[in-house]
C-alpha cells in the first residue's frame, strides 16, 4: 500500500524546476530528518545505508546516491547506494569521486562527460556532486556521491546541502583505514 509519504517522495524526483527557495527549505526539512533517523546510531554501515535512503528520495534530479568507501590506499569501493549498480572500485587518480578523494574538496561537475577522466559507471548521468567524508578523528572514509540524468542538475544550494549532511553523518563513522597514510 502506497502511503501519501511515500507518493510525494516518489513524485519530488519527477519535479525538474524549483525555486531557490523551495529547494532551501525542503533541504532544511532533509536535515532534519537526516538527523532524527541517525541519532544514537553508532555503526557506519547502518548510518550510510540509512544516509542513502533519505538523501535519494529528497533530492531532486538524483538518479543516484551512495558512498565509496576507502578501502586501501588511494582506492575507493563501493559502499551503501541507492540506485542502479555503480562503478565497484575507483581509484583515486581518476573521475569525479577519486578527485574528490585525491583533493579532499567537493566536486560539483555540470557536465560529467566534460570532466577529465570521468568514468561512466552509469552512461546515462550527465551530472554530479561529490563531497569527501572523513571519520571525526579527520581521516578520510569515503566520499558521497550523487548523479543525475539530467544536465546540470545541481548547483550551489545543492553543494551547501550535501556538505550540511555530511557533516550530519560524520558522527556515526568510523575509519577503518587507520593503518594507511592517505
Not at 63 to 68: A, K, Q, R
Not at 92 to 101: E, H
Not at 103 to 128: K, M, N, W, Y
Amino acid at each position: 500500500m502506497r502511503t501519501n509519504a511515500n507518493k510525494a517522495a516518489s513524485e519530488w524526483h519527477t519535479i525538474s524546476a524549483m525555486s531557490p527557495d523551495e529547494r532551501k527549505q525542503r533541504y532544511e526539512e532533509t536535515l532534519s530528518e537526516l538527523a532524527s533517523v541517525l541519532a544514537g546510531i553508532e555503526d557506519s554501515i547502518t548510518a550510510m545505508a540509512t544516509s542513502c535512503a533519505v538523501l535519494y528520495e529528497r533530492i531532486p534530479a538524483a538518479s543516484w546516491v551512495g558512498f565509496y568507501r576507502v578501502v586501501g590506499p588511494r582506492l575507493l569501493r563501493i559502499g551503501p547506494y541507492q540506485g542502479g549498480v555503480g562503478c565497484l572500485e575507483i581509484p583515486f587518480d581518476r573521475g569525479v569521486c577519486g578527485a574528490a578523494a585525491r583533493e579532499r574538496q567537493t566536486q560539483l561537475v555540470s557536465d560529467v562527460h566534460a570532466f577529465p577522466g570521468h568514468i561512466a559507471c552509469d552512461a546515462a548521468a550527465r551530472s554530479e556532486v561529490v563531497v569527501p567524508v572523513s571519520e571525526p578523528g579527520g581521516s578520510l572514509v569515503a566520499v558521497l556521491d550523487v548523479d543525475s540524468h539530467e544536465l546540470a542538475a545541481f548547483g550551489e544550494i545543492d553543494r551547501e546541502f550535501l556538505e550540511k549532511a555530511v557533516e550530519l553523518i560524520r558522527p556515526h563513522l568510523k575509519s577503518n583505514t587507520s593503518a594507511w597514510l592517505l
